[in-house]
Each structure stands twice: as C-alpha cells, then as structure tokens.
C-alpha cells in the first residue's frame, strides 16, 4: 500500500484544535457584527454619495459641512480620500441638488472642483437590492447544496458532503462579513454591491477547495475499502496539499497585483477577496473535511461527556 | 496520440479566430446580410458617464406590461441618442425597471430631465406645400426651428434637409381630450391657453388653405389642412386614428410620450479621469498577475509548467475574443473577474500536475503518468467549475434584475473564464504536452517534470 509511504500529517486527528482555531478567528467578527453591525452602503440603505476632486487644497470638513446643512444635509458624513479628494454621504439628494452644492462649495472656497463619482440610490430601491442580496446568498448555498450531493450520489451519505461543504462556507461567509464589520468600524469602510460580489466569489471558491478535497475522498473510498473512514480522509486531505496551496498561492498572488496595482476603486473588493479566498481554502482543508469524520463517529454524542473524544 | 492530433486543428482555428477578432480597430464582420462590429466595450466605470435606473411610478402590485416596458424603453433610447451620445445603453431590468448609461455623459442633470420629458407636441407650419408633399412627409421625422435642450446630433443632420417654422407648441395646449366625429370616426381635441389661441387664430387667419403638420416628438402624425381660422383655442386632430391610438395620443400630449409614468431611483456619475486612471491600473494590475502566475507555473513544474503558461496564453487571448464578440461590457470588477479566472484556469492545470507527478512517483511510464494525470483529476476539475457557474448564474440574474451592472458584468466573466479555462487548460494543455513530448525524448528526463 503506497499510501503509507506518504509522510502522514496527520490533520484530521488535531481536527478540535483547528475548530478552535476558526473559532478564535471568526468571535471577533461575530462581537463585532452583533455590537456594531454590517456597515452597509448606500447600495443598500439608499443615500447619494460625492466623490469631489479639489484644485486647489482641501476646506475642511466643518466648513464643507455646513454648506450641506444649509442644503439640508446634516447628517452628511465627509471623508477625505488621498490628498485632494472629497467623499460626501448624504441621504438620497434630489435631483440638481448635487449641482447646487458644487456650485456653492466652489464659489464659497474660491476653487475649481470636479465632480469625480455621482451615486444616488433611492432608499426603497436599496431596501430590496439587500433583501434579494440575502436571496441570492441563499439560492448560491442551495444551488450548491444539491449539486453536491448530486455529484457524489455514488458515495455513501452524499448529503453530508454538501452539507459540510456548505458549512465550511458559512464559515467564511461569516469571517468575510466581520472582518467588513470590523474594517467598518475603524477604517470607515462600507459593504456595496461590489463587497456583495466579493462575498459571492469567496462562496464559490470556497465551495471549490472543498470539492477537490471530497472528490479524492469519493475516489479512495472506492479504492481503499479496508481504511477506516478518518485515515481515508486524513489520506486524501494530505494527497490534495499540495494542489490546495500552490492553487491557493497562484490565486493569492494574482489578488496581491489587484491590490497593489489595481487602484483605489476595487481595493477593498480585493482585499475582501484575498480574506475570503484564504479562508475558504483554511476551511476546505481544515473544517469541511474533518465536519466529515465528525459526522461519520457521530461525536457529538460525546462532546458533553466527560470521556475524552 | 490519435485523439490528441484531431484537436490540433479545432484548437489551432480557434486560435486564429481569436487573433483575429482581438485585431485593434476591427473593421467588423461583413458577410452577405450577416454585419457585426466588434470592439471592446468599456463600462462606465472605466470610461466614465452617467448612469440611470428608473423605475415605473406605479405601485409596487400593479401589473406592468413587458409591451409597455418595451415600448418606454425604445422612446429613452430615442431621447438618449438626442444627447450625441455614443453607445448609449438602454435595458430593461427586472420586470419594472429600465438602465440607462451613458459613457462619456458628464452632466447628469441634462440626462436626467433629457430622459425624463414629455412628448413634444409642435403646430408646424408646412407653408406652400402641396397636399402630396405634404403626405409624403406623414409618419417621418422633421426638423423645426424649436430646438429643445437636447444637443443635436450631427451624424444625423444634413444641411439639405428644410427646416420648418413651429408655430406653437405643446405648452400652449391645456387640455387634451377623445371624442368621434360626426361620421364616427376618432379625434382627438385640444383647448389651448389664452395665449397659445391667440398666437394660433392669427397665424391659421393669415394662412388659410395652407397645410399644418402636427408632428410629436419631431414625427409627422398628422397633416391637416387649414380650412378657416380657428378661433376661440379648440382645436382638434384627426388622422386614421381608432379609439385606442386616439387615446394614446392624448395620454401622450397630457403627460408625456412614455406608456408608464417612470422615476428615477439611481443615478451613478463617473468623471472622465477616475475612469482612465482605473483603466490604467487594472490593466498593469492584469499584465503583473499574469506574469508572476506563469512564472510561478514554469518554475515550480518545469515542462508541463511552460505548457500550461502557453495554454493560459491562450485563455487570455480566447477569452478577450469572447469578451469582444458577445460583447461582454468590462467593467472594473469584471476585469478583476478575469484576473481571478487565471487563477481558475491554473487550478485545472495544478490539479492535473499533481495528479501527474503522483502517478509518476508510483513508477508510472511518462506517456502513462499524463493519461492517468488527466483521467483522474478530471471529476475534481468538473465538479468544481461547475459549482462555481452556479454561483454565477445566480450572481448574473441578482445582477440583472437590479440594473447593478456591475454584478453582471462580473458574474459574465466569471462565467465565461470557467468555460474557456475548462477548454484551454484541460484539453489544450494536453495536447501541447503530447506534440512536445513527441519531439523530445523525455522518457529519461523526469527532471522535466519537476519529479
């Protein structure tokens, strides 16, 4: 038997450490939804967003602000963006509004601006791009969910390698969501449609990874029938390594370029993804695959006894 | 290798093909009645310009007919084209919703009142034409001297054509209403403000046995014949109306041309410079990827490595090709898609070398060791694509219900990467390995294979 050639790292054993491990890296995110929730943007809530350029150097924010009061926007959050940029969050503007406001920000501070981003969102519009958003999450996980357990029809409990797939990508659907959470709080950062895409991509590389990791499972349970199952998936996690991280360092290198060359406009989208992607295949190797062997014992019969595991 | 020899030709069309369409400046597909430009579309976020969704202005149960929704769409996009704009894009979104961009419009205002105007109603004075010239004119479009806000365009303006005084306009008329004449057949009548009649009685006065063109939207509907001065500011329109065209005329003077009452509930405006600036980067972002990616491949396995860096050569020009002909817009996020499908494209390849190596360490011949390499890693390539085009068909129809191009454009090429990947680093691949290994003795050289 080549198989026990191979060096055996032994992954499935430890599997309650990595739990763990997941475990430490997701609370924070989940503290950090529960406390300060999703910041969500105005995709979502409806609002209008400036994006202004500025010639000259940049008023600041108080003064900018009380232009927008007397327009009617309070509440307007300013951010500064490089060095000569401007970024306004209103409530949904009127239409003309924004044309107003530049006119009075360049006559008031004696300076040429230009207009660089325009997004406008009516808040009922908003309301419902994040509720089908919900729905599509959902259909994805669904849609994913049958495929799997159709594709591994030929195994014994196909479902639970849909279900485990599935539960590996919650695992990063929520880490990616607290990690936005978090990045929300002190960086100011905003879930948009574009972060929706991202957490859409995450779902379905991580769904991915852990396909080729159940795939040799499916294939050395037809040729191994004498292993006991964890040795058989300890076996195909560790024939799957190194596919799983030169795939995962092709991808993450490709997202690094994105990073440090793509521009401001799709960096935190490609941040998010780097994230996701990095989980996603933790959680392959890590979670789905060992939540198989779980599921196999039937452990949690013995999770609140005091016989160790 | 029989079955890898019949795929040298298909793959070596597809090639050219694909050199062929990517050609800067395409002068586009001619042949017999078969006309198909090509070219790179650009979305607004790398070109800049204005982007609009509208919604229809009715409650959220009613029933909104996809006829009407059609109908609103093709009067925008009329409007639209008023703007000079080129390759205006007008859809429709969902099942009450209609996108409007306009790449290279700068002013979002002037789109928004452009899209959102009534029909023009214009009296038009048709001077000493004949009853014939003047037919012939019927249900064509004219040029008057009432200009509107839209700028005109002037691909489409010869300075031959006659220019036609308006006399008064459809802000003159107060009220619009349906009645039949005496024989029964439809008309529709008007009653004109204090002004507007006055203006009117004096020139149908001083131009009796004249003809008058009512024109809409700058199209002839009707020609009547001044038959006496009209007086007194009613007035009425017959042409070879039934019942219901006579209605739609009057709902469209009384509140504009369009079948549903629209509003808009997003509007997006990229300045010029943002959308160069990211074309820019994301570009050089692309060539930096793709180069660290194929050369990661080539060093770490070897041979088959440079094999899949030529494949992947071909995915890129394959699928920029696709992107071209469907054409696929490319926005931001879709040019990341693409990105990310390179690492897609690699993964099969990835799959397939480790699967190759194993099999060679087991003692395995070469030739053997890529058959075995291929056959086995091919459920795990399968299954995972298409998981990955569930995900995004469900991203492409979350993307077009909402106008959110962005989502759409992304989810495409997604879509479109997996297919092309699952050709050009599946199939491709192997035949480049096995017509190398056809001219190489690589048999004694495992070192080839990073083994």
Not at chain 1, 207 to 218: L, Y
Not at chain 1, 276 to 282: A, E, L
Not at chain 2, 260 to 269: A, D, E, F, R
């Amino acid at each position: 038997m080549e198989c026990n050639k191979e060096p055996m790292l032994n992954i499935v054993k430890h599997r309650y450490l990595y739990f763990f491990i997941s475990l430490v890296v997701i609370l924070p995110g989940i503290a950090a939804l529960l406390f300060w929730g999703l910041p969500t943007g105005i995709d979502f809530t409806g609002g209008s967003l400036l994006e202004i350029k500025f010639e000259s150097a940049l008023p600041s924010s108080e003064n900018v602000l009380e232009i927008l009061t007397e327009f009617g926007f309070p509440d307007a959050k300013i951010q500064t963006a490089g060095d000569d940029k401007l970024i306004i969050r209103t409530k949904t503007m009127s239409e003309g509004a924004e044309a107003s406001i530049l006119a009075e920000i360049e006559s008031r501070f004696k300076t040429n601006v230009v207009l660089d981003r325009f997004e406008s969102v009516g808040p009922s519009i908003g309301k419902e791009v994040a509720q089908r958003a919900a729905g599509a999450v959902g259909l994805a996980a669904l849609g994913i969910l049958a495929y799997i357990t159709y594709a591994f029809r030929g195994v014994d409990h196909a479902f639970r390698y849909g279900a485990a797939a599935i539960m590996a990508m919650l695992h990063d659907v929520i880490l990616v969501l607290g990690v936005e959470s978090i990045l929300g709080h002190f960086l100011g950062w905003e879930a948009d449609a574009l972060f929706l895409t991202a957490l859409l991509t995450v779902i379905g590389f991580s769904v991915h990874d852990s396909i080729v990791v159940f795939d040799r499972i499916r294939e050395n349970e037809r040729l191994h029938r004498q292993l006991d199952y964890e040795t058989l998936v300890n076996h195909s996690i560790v024939q799957t390594l190194d596919r799983s991280i030169n795939t995962q360092l092709t991808v993450m290198l490709t997202l690094l370029t994105l990073v440090l060359f793509g521009g401001n406009t799709i960096r935190h989208f490609v941040i998010i993804l780097l994230i996701g992607v990095f989980s996603g295949t933790y959680s392959s190797i890590f979670n789905a695959a060992p939540i198989l062997v779980v599921w196999e014992n039937k452990e949690w019969k013995t999770w609140f006894k005091r016989t160790p595991v | 290798m029989k079955s890898n020899q019949r795929w040298i030709i298909p793959i070596l069309i597809l090639l050219a093909l694909s050199i062929y369409i990517n050609l800067p400046n395409h002068p586009g597909i001619h042949l017999g009645n078969f006309h198909k430009e090509i070219k790179t579309q650009l979305g607004l976020d790398l070109v800049g310009g204005v982007q609009a969704l509208l919604e229809a202005d009715l409650p959220e149960d009613a029933e909104i007919s996809q006829e009407n929704l059609q109908t609103a769409r093709g009067i925008i996009e009329d409007r639209v084209n008023g703007l000079g704009v080129s390759e205006a894009v007008v859809q429709i979104a969902g099942d009450r919703r209609i996108l409007v961009e306009l790449p290279g419009q700068q002013d979002p205002d002037q789109a928004l009142s452009t899209i959102k105007e009534t029909a023009l109603l214009e009296f038009v004075d048709f001077g000493d034409l004949s009853v014939q010239e003047a037919s012939i004119l019927y249900n064509t479009k004219i040029k008057t001297d009432y200009q509107t806000s839209a700028v005109e365009d002037p691909s489409t303006s010869s300075p031959n054509e006659p220019v036609f005084h308006t006399v008064i306009t459809g802000a003159s008329i107060k009220q619009v209403g349906v009645t039949t004449d005496a024989i029964g057949n439809p008309l529709v009548i008007f009653e004109m403000t204090p002004e507007g009649s006055i203006i009117f009685s004096e020139f149908t006065a001083a131009n009796i046995g004249s003809m008058l063109a009512i024109v809409l939207d700058k199209e002839v509907i009707s020609t009547p014949r001044i038959e006496d001065a009209i007086t007194g500011g009613q007035g009425s329109i017959s042409g070879n109306f039934t019942i219901e065209s006579a209605n739609d005329l009057a709902i469209q003077l009384r509140y504009g041309s369009l079948p549903i009452p629209l509003k808009v509930v997003q509007t997006q405006t990229i300045g010029p410079t943002l959308g160069e600036d990211s074309l820019n980067k994301s570009l050089i972002a692309g060539i930096i990827g793709m180069v660290v990616v194929m050369v990661f491949m080539a060093l770490y396995y070897r041979l088959p490595g440079l094999v899949a860096d030529l494949a992947l050569l071909m995915y890129a020009l394959v699928t920029f090709a696709v992107y071209r002909w469907i054409p696929v817009t490319l926005t931001l996020p879709g040019i990341a898609g693409f990105i990310l499908t390179l690492g897609v494209a690699v993964d099969a390849n990835v799959l397939i070398f480790e699967r190759m190596k194993e099999e060679l360490r087991r003692g395995r011949t070469i030739q053997q060791a890529i058959s075995l390499g291929w056959e086995r890693a091919w459920p795990s390539i399968r299954d995972s694509n298409l998981s990955t085009l569930i995900t995004s068909a469900i991203l492409y129809w979350f993307g077009s219900t909402f106008g959110a191009s962005i989502v759409k454009g992304f989810s495409l090429t997604l879509a479109i990467g997996v297919l092309v990947s699952l050709f050009t680093a599946v199939t491709a691949t192997r035949v480049f390995l096995h017509l190398l290994l056809d001219k190489i003795k690589a048999e004694d050289r495992p070192e080839l294979f990073g083994v």
